[in-house]
């Protein structure tokens, strides 16, 4: 069972348990580096998500998509060790998600103009499970196929033509 099927079974209590608890790490760790910003809480699609907004530019130094990536592993393993389960929590610095998200649609855009233009196939970059799933949905909606490939680090997503069994 993956960790995130293992998500699949956990209840609203429990996931806003894990948020109580990853805003309790969070703050911290902004006081630890002296850095502003108030933490909003919300539970969706079974999920904790928990959001670093205001702080103005010091957040900035937080909302690179590499740094806010390493604090949400940082922020699942403290709450981890905290509730001795796995939390798929997904952290967002002063909407870096939402940027990222609309980065990844440009380049979905991109990779269905090559495969348009003749292309067989486009890979990705390595993501994160997160990212790959934004961008399987996207390349889904656009009526494209998209799989993984690769273990771990190197795992990445591969875009192709809809193959007409789909």
């Known amino acids: 069972m993956t960790q995130e099927s293992t998500q699949a079974t956990v209840s ?4 806003e348990e894990q948020g109580d608890h990853a805003a309790d790490y969070i703050e911290a760790f902004l006081d630890l580096a002296d850095l502003d910003g108030d933490i909003d809480l919300e539970v ?6 928990i959001a670093i907004t205001g702080g103005g530019e010091d957040l900035d130094q ?13 922020t699942r393993l403290a709450v981890q060790r905290r509730t001795g389960e796995f939390s798929g ?6 909407g870096s998600r ?3 998200s609309r980065e990844l649609r440009q380049q979905v855009d991109h990779a269905i103009a090559a495969i348009a233009a003749g292309k067989e196939e486009v890979v990705f970059e390595p993501l994160s499970s997160y ?12 009526g494209y196929h998209s799989e ?3 273990e771990g680090r190197d795992r990445r997503l591969v875009v192709s033509a809809a193959s007409d069994s789909e």
């Open 12 to 15: 609203i209590e429990e996931l």
């Open 44 to 49: 969706k699609n079974n999920r904790a998500y």
């Open 62 to 74: 937080l909302s690179v998509p590499d740094v806010v990536q390493s604090l949400q592993e940082l």
């Open 89 to 94: 929590l997904i952290l967002d610095v002063a």
């Open 98 to 100: 939402e940027a990222r």
């Open 131 to 142: 990212e790959r799933k934004i961008v399987h949905d996207y390349v889904a909606e656009s």
């Open 148 to 150: 993984s490939r690769g």
